[in-house]
């Protein structure tokens, strides 16, 4: 909702703002849903080489490093300086998005004086980089009020989260100041005084309110009691008001009072105020009309001329101070009056609109015949003869806007009573889309938000799961071990029967298997570095097709393969990718354990650089209620195993920088998509 200035309720003051006044921000709701955070995703990696981050670091090492890991994040280092003076010339050149800053800088010049400079002449955001996190260092960093910290040493992720945290926090506040600066220059441009009482003293007044009491200077009047600009006819009552409002009590919000100029002229005023709180204390906030001309104008009149010209100026203050477009309808949906909104609106002086239909005026070249606007008018009409409200928040694809549309009936009073005139209808159509985009870019963060939370909750679980490994490791193995070695030693030395022979040998599978879990344990929780070779992604593919094609046949399973034959090498570890795909097509075998359907698509999307590879089955599926935790250790639907085959092959896919999404419908299969990089893609 835009906020009306001439509505004192919808306005704040700051006073540590140097007499800014401060217009409330609206809730942002959320939105979003699978759908939109997989389209994120892929849009992301675009974004991001839009931005342009200049790296401050007097080690041409460390510096070239944090440059490759921006690089494979896709953002764009632009430059790299090794001193202040260096990247205060460097940010003036190229208006870099954002800075990462050393503290720690050779020369005359640290990170923190250089971040001041840069700050103080060019409004670009700085993450601090070091190694130090004393206090005094933190005190002094405080001061230049930067956009995030990051201690070396320190993860790609803990990078990304702070870049993204930081252009996240500059772009809302560099909304806020424009926003401010544009409610400080309506203040101060309005057609109405402005001012802010507590006690009985000015605190803040605008220009317009100058011009209209004769003064020049604003400590002429700030600092002074409001009985300065009121007529001494009328200082009792507006003062009685005054104090009555800081107190809550029950007083008129709009009158009309007497003002005294500096020169002692008479001047007549109307009022508008209310109270509202300053440094934790009561006060009043008034806009103030000169209406000195209509005065003289309404003594020269008749009481029913001046009561109708009242009626209209009422009107007029009211409403065409909306920054909406406010229509009074007839009975058939005609316009009898519009505001001045209709002037923003792009529909010329208020009285062209008189005699047409709103649809004709807004929508002039449609020729729907089941147009929304139409039907909601007509039926909105309809509504207000019975006495109802009609709502609609709709995208005008015409306009290219969001509306916020309202009809509302209008009541007369007769004989003491209220009545619904069913000849007219209100109209008030309100602008929302700056509200909706604000909602839906609060939606993506909270969405980012969530993502970087379940990470982080990944990463603990599996600290955990490491600290449990290596303490269960050593303890378990040894004992094995030695099982083994027993059991290899008695087939291998005595002469036993077959029957011995044949557990000797399960004993020696079992510790084999036991020992295999352990390992994808410690795999697990710390797994080893990958080992990238440029390889045929497809033959890899149809060699894991070719394992479980028997079982495929035993099971009544359709295995059928669609390999592109364009697709291009990429950096792979064969082995692990191998056992991800193994594990997932297996998994898809055992959902369909009377038969059914498995296709196993493989192409690439060079426009994306990336190779997909789909793995869709006609299995039982997965419930909803499982979805969150596929890819948990331990968590296992089958009576056999232990729930760890998914989270590594997860695992494995995100050391190859790719990713993994799922798909499933209970009772209808799954499909898995996994997203593979191109070879210098």
Same mark, same amino acid.
């Given at each position: ?52 981050? /200049? ?120 909304? /806020? ?107 009043? /906030? ?71 239909t709103p649809h004709d005026v807004l929508h002039p070249y449609c020729t729907k015949f089941d147009c929304y606007l139409k039907d909601f008018i007509s039926n909105g009409l309809k509504d207000s003869a019975a006495g109802k409200p009609a709502e609609l928040e709709v995208k005008d694809e015409t306009l290219k806007r969001y509306l916020d549309i309202r009809i509302r009936p209008i009541r007369t ?45 990944? %990463? ?19 004992? /094995? ?36 879990i352990i390992k994808d344990l410690i795999d697990l929780a710390k797994p080893s570095e990958v080992s990238l070779e440029p390889g045929d992604i497809g033959n890899l593919i149809n060699s894991v097709c070719d394992l479980v094609k028997t079982r495929c046949e035993k099971q009544r399973i359709l295995l059928h393969k669609k390999i592109s034959r364009r697709l291009p090498h990429i950096l792979m ?41 789909? %793995? ?66």
């Amino acid at each position: 909702m835009v906020n009306d200035i001439r509505n004192p309720k919808s306005v704040r003051f700051n006073p540590d703002s140097g007499g800014t006044i401060r217009y409330p921000h609206l809730r942002r709701e959320r939105l979003g849903g699978q759908a939109q955070a997989a389209m994120r995703s892929e849009v992301k990696k675009t974004m991001n080489s839009a931005i342009h981050i /200049l790296i401050v670091e007097d080690d041409f090492i460390i510096g070239e490093s944090i440059r490759n890991k921006l690089i494979n994040l896709g953002y764009s280092a632009s430059a790299l300086a090794t001193t202040g003076s260096e990247a205060i010339h460097t940010a003036e050149e190229t208006r870099p998005d954002l800075i990462i800053m050393d503290i720690k800088l050779q020369g005359q010049m640290d990170g923190i004086e250089t971040a001041a400079n840069i700050r103080s002449r060019f409004d670009i955001p700085v993450i601090y980089l070091t190694a130090h996190t004393d206090e005094e260092t933190l005190e002094r960093a405080k001061l230049t009020e930067p956009f995030g910290y990051i201690v070396k040493p320190f993860e790609p992720r803990e990078l990304k989260t702070a870049i993204v945290m930081a252009l996240h926090k500059h772009k809302l506040g560099k909304e /806020l100041k424009e926003s401010e600066e544009r409610y400080r220059i309506a203040i101060e441009h309005s057609n109405d005084g402005v001012a802010i009482v507590r006690g009985d003293n000015h605190i803040f007044v605008n220009k317009r309110f100058l011009e209209i009491f004769g003064y020049e200077q604003m400590e002429e009047v700030i600092g002074k009691p409001i009985s300065l600009t009121v007529h001494p006819d009328d200082r009792r009552r507006v003062m009685k008001n005054n104090r009555g409002r800081q107190k809550n009590e029950s007083v008129p919000s709009i009158y009309e009072m007497k003002g005294m100029k500096k020169n002692g002229e008479t001047v007549y005023i109307e009022v508008s105020a209310t109270n509202i709180p300053f440094h934790g204390e009561p006060a009043s /906030l008034a806009y103030l009309r000169d209406i000195t001309s209509r005065k003289q104008r309404e003594n020269e009149l008749a009481e029913n001329a001046e009561k109708i010209f009242q009626a209209k100026q009422e009107w007029e203050s009211l409403v065409d101070s909306l920054s909406e477009l406010v229509l009074l309808l007839d009975e058939n949906g005609d316009i009898i009056r519009s505001n001045r909104g209709a002037e923003s609106w792009s529909l010329g002086h208020p009285g062209n609109s008189r005699g047409q239909t709103p649809h004709d005026v807004l929508h002039p070249y449609c020729t729907k015949f089941d147009c929304y606007l139409k039907d909601f008018i007509s039926n909105g009409l309809k509504d207000s003869a019975a006495g109802k409200p009609a709502e609609l928040e709709v995208k005008d694809e015409t306009l290219k806007r969001y509306l916020d549309i309202r009809i509302r009936p209008i009541r007369t009073q007769q004989n003491g009573t209220h009545q619904i005139n069913e000849s007219f209808a209100v109209l008030v159509i309100h602008d929302i889309t700056e509200r909706r985009q604000a909602q839906e870019s609060l939606a993506e963060a909270y969405e980012e938000l969530k993502e970087t939370q379940q990470e982080l909750i990944q %990463i603990e679980k599996l600290a955990l799961l490491g600290k449990f490994s290596s303490g269960i490791a050593h303890e378990i193995r040894n004992p /094995l071990a030695n099982i083994c070695a027993s059991a290899q030693f008695c087939i291998a030395k005595y002469e036993l029967d077959e029957e011995i022979k044949k557990h000797l040998r399960i004993m020696l599978r079992n510790s084999e298997h036991a020992n295999k879990i352990i390992k994808d344990l410690i795999d697990l929780a710390k797994p080893s570095e990958v080992s990238l070779e440029p390889g045929d992604i497809g033959n890899l593919i149809n060699s894991v097709c070719d394992l479980v094609k028997t079982r495929c046949e035993k099971q009544r399973i359709l295995l059928h393969k669609k390999i592109s034959r364009r697709l291009p090498h990429i950096l792979m570890d064969k082995e692990r990718i191998e056992k991800a795909l193994l594990n997932f097509i297996l998994n898809a075998v055992e959902a369909m354990p009377k038969g059914g359907k498995l296709a196993v698509n493989a192409y690439p999307h060079f426009d994306k650089g990336q190779v997909i590879i789909s %793995i869709l089955d006609t299995g039982k599926g997965i419930p909803q209620k499982d979805f969150d935790n596929i890819f948990h250790p331990f968590f296992t639907t089958k009576r056999t195993g232990i729930g760890l085959g998914l989270c590594l092959a997860d695992q494995v896919i995100s050391s190859h920088k790719g990713r993994l999404s799922i798909n499933s419908t209970v009772g209808e299969g799954t499909e898995i998509t996994i997203k593979l990089p191109i070879q210098g893609g």
